[in-house]
């Protein structure tokens, strides 16, 4: 028979098995946790993942205003916050209406490895739009899923820009890529940094143009072009969505390019940050993430 003090031991060890478990759980889920803060009427509001950090514009033009990337412990600076606009949307209908100021925002997912935001503006004139962002630890790549709710008959997505990215930075280089068919790589348009670190959008369908403006002012900008996808949308209906992917992190014009394989087999569906251990997620190359849907 075991002694009473032999049991006495091994619900001991069992105990601190346990409390070790608890630690460690709780241990990747902060080191894996996206960060949000910020009020609707703050400045700006910040979201931080393991790989960047970016700074949302809650005043007219709403979006990204500022950026990191994260290379090791150092953070390098993409771009800074400016007076004006940034990244946003611009449509052209009876004249160029962007995104307003941010309406309201709220957190719809924060959960280990991931978080989902909607934006809501309003043009000032037909349209307010509902921008879903989804950000991911362990990856470059946010996920962008906006719809319009018609304030009068219009056409949901029609000639402008949506999105449009005004660098205002200086930059090293900056390129578009056109669509390979319908089964991608979609078209996509990014730019890098001196320092080290690129910015980029991506498309997820075939007939989605990107551009790039380079005699605009002095370091360019470059958009998605999504009006083939747009549709008459009655007063009070809201539209079908485009999904478009937006991305910052270390490195250049290839490893820019080659995210456009990932978004290509995600699409519209998210990524599993699952497949990204807490250990290994810095050295995960990034086309390896699979894709799920929702």
């Not at 009427?41 to 990337?69: F, L, S």
């Not at 771009?79 to 160029?96: D, V």
């Not at 999105?163 to 390979?180: A, N």
Request: proline share 3%; glycine share 8%; charged share 30%.
């Amino acid at each position: 028979m075991r002694s009473k003090g032999r049991n006495v031991l091994d619900k001991a060890f069992l105990l601190t098995a346990v409390v070790l478990l608890v630690q460690l759980a709780i241990g990747i889920n902060l080191c894996m946790a996206v960060e949000i803060s910020g009020k609707k009427n703050d400045k700006t509001i910040k979201i931080e993942t393991d790989m960047y950090e970016v700074h949302w514009k809650t005043a007219q033009q709403m979006g990204y205003i500022i950026a990191y990337v994260k290379k090791k412990k150092e953070k390098l600076l993409l771009f800074e916050e400016i007076a004006g606009r940034r990244l946003y949307h611009s449509a052209n209908y009876a004249g160029w209406k962007d995104w307003g100021p941010l309406k309201d925002f709220k957190v719809l997912e924060n959960k280990a490895g991931m978080a989902r935001i909607e934006f809501i503006s309003d043009d000032g004139a037909s349209k307010e739009y509902v921008c879903v962002a989804t950000f991911w630890d362990g990856s470059p790549l946010i996920k962008h899923k906006v719809t319009v709710k018609a304030k009068a008959n219009v056409v949901s997505f029609s000639d402008g820009h949506e999105p449009m990215y005004e660098v205002r930075s200086p930059i090293k280089g900056r390129l578009k890529w056109d669509s390979e068919g319908d089964k991608g790589p979609y078209a996509h348009t990014a730019f890098w940094t001196k320092s080290g670190g690129f910015s980029a959008l991506y498309a997820t369908d075939s007939q989605v143009v990107a551009r790039e403006f380079p005699a605009w002012q002095a370091d360019g900008r470059m958009d998605l072009d999504h009006k083939n996808l747009g549709k008459q949308v009655k007063k009070g209906q809201v539209s079908d969505p485009i999904v478009y992917w937006v991305a910052f992190g270390v490195g250049g014009k290839n490893e820019a390019h080659d995210l456009a394989k990932t978004v290509a087999e995600v699409k519209d569906g998210d990524l599993a940050p699952q497949a990204v251990e807490a250990a290994s997620k810095l050295s995960t190359r990034w086309g390896e993430i699979k894709a799920s849907t929702r």
